[in-house]
């Protein structure tokens, strides 16, 4: 077994969705872009019904990852991320993908379902949480926890645009060349990433990457 963080992935409402093959390869595509920049442990693979499954390293990769997923991915596709933290192993290969299981497993399922379950109770713009399989790392799950609940409000309330520069400017853009695209000045992109919170994002993501989470 390795220890690692799984992620399992569910489509949010996927039978309202016009076209859920395009939601499905969009899904893919996302995390083949991200990959550039968070190089996963195992690529994204489809499972069952609208769920995916990937695997990363470390939490803070993973974290850093399913954000700038949704950031990227548009609001056409609504995305809720289990994040588990533990140990996995291949029981078999297969062509559909691998056939896993483990306490990581086992923790990112327990993870996606109380991100359901939290959204349909008071926090509706929710859609990451994470649960560690060592509760001797209860502190860093804690941590987490409050850095996804905040995340995902910020990001639930950015307009189109905003997401758009804000992952831009995550995935290591310069504000000048972000202002060229947009058709901005650099002093309205500077604004406009405090104002809808994306250097928050960034500052807190720094912390847990520096924690070596």
């Known amino acids: 077994m390795v220890v690692a963080c799984p992620i399992i992935i569910d489509i ?58 949704r950031l990227l991915i548009g609001e056409e ?10 140990e996995i192993r291949t029981i078999t290969e297969s062509q559909a993908g691998p056939i896993d299981d483990g306490p990581g497993w086992y923790a990112a399922r327990d993870a996606l379902d109380h991100a359901e379950r939290m959204q349909a109770h008071g926090h509706p713009w929710l859609r990451t949480w994470v649960t560690m399989s ?55 992109i500077s604004q406009r990433l405090v104002a809808c919170g994306a250097t928050a994002i960034a500052h807190t993501q720094e912390l847990l990457e520096r924690g070596q989470i």
């Open 134 to 188: 060592d509760q001797a790392d209860n502190l860093s799950q804690m941590m987490t926890r409050a850095h996804l609940t905040t995340r995902d409000h910020i990001i639930s309330r950015m307009t189109s645009r905003e997401r758009r520069i804000t992952a831009a400017w995550l995935s290591g853009s310069t504000q000048s060349e972000i202002a060229r695209k947009e058709k901005m000045s650099q002093a309205a």
């Open 77 to 86: 596709v609504d995305l809720r991320f289990g994040i588990g933290h533990g």
């Open 12 to 69: 949010v409402d996927s039978r309202n969705l016009p076209d859920r093959i395009d939601a499905h390869n969009a899904v893919l595509a996302t995390f083949t872009t991200v990959g550039d920049l968070f190089t996963a442990h195992r690529d994204v693979w489809p499972t069952v019904g609208d769920e995916f499954q990937v695997v990363y390293s470390t939490l803070s990769h993973a974290v850093m990852a399913t954000g700038l997923v």
